[in-house]
């Protein structure tokens, strides 16, 4: 059971690039969630996803978008990177049925933006 | 919407002493309280979690208790070892909604040898 996996761990990149980080779960969850922190900082909600087909912008979602068309991926784009954007990325994922579950995170990717 | 406070932001304490973190919610609606811990590098993992049925619940040296009347809850860490070093989190989630959590912006304890 591989929970929630995010790839890539690490990247690079140049202003103005663009990229896809990756999040998969294998638990069947409906919801789904990106969240970015700063250092030091807490977690910033910036899209979510209640099933697939349907996403939804959290408190952070200019300079990103999303996806889900299925119910196991979630992946966030980066059109335009820009060096505010250097962050810790974090997907997560939980069942609900009711709102009493806990959410499975990701090991989360380190993005540098020069 | 929601809005959870976290107190303290940093949090000092010898090995072996007692560690209290407390996070006050605004929503009467909130039914879920998870805590959250995150070591240096890694990502955020629950530790503990309380439904607003309950008072508190205890899971060996860790503890949460709930006021909903005052809506706040805590943690609690009693005989802290170094390996509780760490940021802790909380969140409250309202019942009934789009079930978001909000989370409280953390507490870096440290538990000096």
């Known amino acids: 059971n591989a929970g929630v996996t995010q790839t890539p761990k690490f990247r690079i990149l140049k202003i103005g690039q663009s990229m896809t980080l990756q999040c998969a779960q294998d638990?069947?969850?409906?919801?789904m969630y990106w969240y970015r922190q700063d250092p030091g900082m807490g977690l910033k909600l910036i899209y979510y996803s209640v099933g697939a087909g349907i996403t939804d912008k959290g408190e952070v979602p200019n300079g990103y978008n999303v996806s889900r068309s299925t119910t196991e991926d979630f992946p966030l784009r980066l059109e335009l990177a820009a060096p505010s954007q250097t962050s810790v990325y974090f997907c997560?994922?939980?069942?609900?049925?009711?709102?009493?579950?806990?959410?499975?995170f990701g090991d989360g990717t380190r993005l540098s933006i020069l | 919407g929601e809005n959870v406070e976290q107190h303290p932001s940093t949090l000092s304490v010898q090995e072996g002493d007692s560690a209290v973190i407390k996070c006050t919610y605004s929503?009467?609606?909130?039914?879920?309280f998870p805590w959250y811990k995150q070591e240096l590098g890694k990502r955020p993992q629950l530790i503990i979690d309380i439904r607003s049925n309950v008072g508190e619940k205890k899971d060996q040296r860790i503890a949460v208790t709930l006021n909903k009347t005052a809506k706040h809850f805590s943690l609690h860490i009693t005989e802290t070892q170094p390996e509780d070093s760490a940021v802790y989190f909380c969140a409250a989630r309202v019942g009934g909604g789009s079930y978001i959590p909000t989370f409280g912006r953390g507490t870096s304890l440290i538990v000096h040898p």
């Open positions: 638990m069947n969850h409906n919801y």
């Open positions: 997560a994922s939980s069942l609900e049925r009711d709102s009493n579950q806990p959410q499975h």
């Open positions: 929503d009467s609606a909130s039914n879920y």
